[in-house]
Structure formats: structure tokens, C-alpha cells
């Protein structure tokens, strides 16, 4: 399958309880904008040129294959738990950006600091001096069984 090069992305974070793993991880979809969606994991390259826009999950088609890059953390276990993203954007609008992704068992501004970094870190491997480096997380404290997700959905 071909799929055209997106164009746009957009932000997108959400955390949720639920009867089961899987349904908490619905749950974080459904919170993030993303739970009618068939989420295609991608790798954590954004394309050159590619613009943020505003969220728009509900101009989403129901049911349509979407490229995401995310971070999630599932668990039955009590505690807090945390996923971010990160996008180190260059400089240089004909170079790509690159997307990382993070989750753990921590306070959410440990995970954000960590993510950011890694954007950080990576750009510097590539050589690409950053325009902006930008971030979304999400949060939860578990008391029986939650999910957390974050992501960077690219869409046309």
C-alpha cells in the first residue's frame, strides 16, 4: 500500500479507567479524540514541511487508517502512571522533524522532561539545529486498572 506523504499534524493526549487493560486504553483513545480511528503506528519521523493544525479528531472519518506516532502505558497495577511525545522541529522547513515517544511509571513532568530530551538528543544526531520542540502528555493515577496515551496524529 501507498499512502501519500501527510502534510498536517496535530497533537493529541487522553487517560481513562476501564473494566479491562484494553478497555482503559479505549477509553484513553476515545479521551484523546482517536478511538474511532484505525490507528497505524508509524515510526517517529515528521515529514519535511509539515504543518501543525489545530486538533480536529472529530473531522476524523470514522474508521479511517490514520498514521500516528504515540506513546501508552496500560496497567492493573495502583500508581501513577504517564505517556508524552515530543517533536523536535528544524530549523530548515525541508528537513524532516523527529517524533519521540515516552511512557513510565512516573509524575508527568519527569516524563515530558524525558521525552523532550530524547527530541533534543535526537535532532543533535541528525545535525538539525531546532526551530521548537513540542510536547504533549497525558496523566493518571491508577487505583485498579488504567491507560494513558499520547500521540502525533499526521493526517492530509
Excluded: H
Excluded at 484494553?22 to 490507528?39: E, I, K, Q, R
Excluded at 497505524?40 to 472519518?61: V, W
Excluded at 530524547?118 to 541528525?126: D, S, V, Y
Amino acid at each position: 500500500m501507498i499512502v501519500k506523504t501527510p502534510t498536517k499534524f496535530f497533537l493529541v493526549g487522553g487517560s481513562s479507567d476501564g473494566f479491562s487493560l484494553l478497555n482503559a486504553f479505549d477509553g484513553a483513545l476515545l479521551a484523546s479524540g482517536v478511538g474511532d480511528t484505525n490507528l497505524l503506528r508509524m515510526s517517529s519521523i515528521l515529514p519535511p514541511g509539515c504543518q501543525e493544525i489545530k486538533p480536529r479528531p472529530a473531522s476524523l472519518p470514522q474508521g479511517a487508517l490514520v498514521p500516528v506516532a504515540y506513546a501508552s502505558m496500560t496497567t492493573e497495577t495502583p500508581g501513577i502512571i504517564s505517556a508524552a511525545v515530543a517533536i523536535g522541529i528544524p530549523e530548515d522547513p525541508n528537513l524532516a522533524g523527529l517524533i519521540m515517544e515516552y511512557s513510565a511509571r512516573a509524575e508527568e513532568n519527569v516524563v515530558v522532561e524525558q521525552v523532550r530530551k530524547m527530541a533534543e538528543k535526537g535532532m543533535e544526531l541528525r545535525k538539525r539545529p531546532i526551530k521548537e520542540i513540542m510536547s504533549i502528555s497525558a496523566t493518571l493515577k491508577v487505583v485498579t486498572i488504567g491507560a494513558v496515551f499520547a500521540g502525533v496524529v499526521l493526517w492530509n
